[in-house]
């Protein structure tokens, strides 16, 4: 089955602490992009990527980092500079030829202890 | 500014009821208007993508239209399972990013 996975479903971080979330994809897609959800909001950009070893920053960047070493990959890092990190993250991928219509994986509910 | 909005932020309906939801859009030059639906703690799914004003798409009870500068998505003789968040998200230059601008989206409820 082709499609996008998120891991973990869940993750608890506790003050302090850097997490990765990863992101993998088996649609051969080249761009890969990482959005934060929130209750009441509109998904927000974090990161996204057009080819591997290339990435740019989004909207609300800051206290994030990511990767991009393989084409199917986009893991994405959450620092302990982020001051506000509890939300549900969602990635994302996209082919550059064709459609430009984004798929999403299932998404990491992140929480803060 | 480039900006979506969604309007209501919530909808209840009873099964059968028909409505529409809306979202109203401002930038500079549409690439593509897109709709997901998201069930509770999931990732958004596709459904459609609209690129110039005049422009329908339908998918089973589900009607999208496109202006510009709104777009519609009709829901005719909704089901229980029709229950979701709808999003709306709009694509706009420069380039060819993919960059997505997203509505708050509009929660919907349909009771039996």
């Known amino acids: 089955d082709g499609g996008i996975t998120q891991s973990p479903k869940y993750l608890f971080r506790k003050e302090g602490q850097n997490v990765t979330l990863s992101c993998e994809q088996n649609l051969n897609h080249d761009a890969m992009y990482w959005y934060r959800q929130d209750p009441g909001q509109g998904l927000r950009l974090i990161y996204y990527s057009q080819i591997v070893n290339d990435f740019q920053k989004g909207d609300i960047a800051e206290g994030y980092s990511v990767s991009r070493e393989k084409k199917e990959s986009f893991p994405l890092t959450v620092t302990s500079a982020q001051k506000n990190p509890t939300a549900f993250y969602l990635c994302?991928?996209?082919?550059?030829?064709?459609?430009?219509?984004?798929?999403f994986g299932p998404g990491t509910r992140l929480t803060v202890l | 500014e480039d900006q979506v909005t969604q309007s209501p932020e919530a909808l209840r309906l009873q099964e059968g009821e028909s409505s529409s939801l809306n979202c109203s859009y401002t930038?500079?030059?549409?690439?593509?208007l897109f709709w997901y639906r998201q069930d509770p703690g999931k990732g958004p799914e596709f459904l459609f993508t609209l690129y110039s004003a005049g422009e329908e798409k339908e998918k089973e009870r589900l009607k999208a239209t496109l202006t510009k500068k709104e777009s519609f998505l009709h829901i005719t003789a909704p089901k229980p399972e029709d229950s979701a968040t709808y999003l709306c998200?709009?694509?706009?230059?420069?380039?060819?990013?993919?960059?997505?601008?997203f509505g708050q989206g509009t929660t919907l409820q349909v009771k039996p």
């Open positions: 998200a709009v694509q706009a230059p420069p380039g060819n990013t993919g960059k997505l601008i």
């Open positions: 994302a991928s996209m082919g550059l030829e064709g459609t430009d219509t984004q798929y």
């Open positions: 930038v500079s030059g549409l690439r593509g």
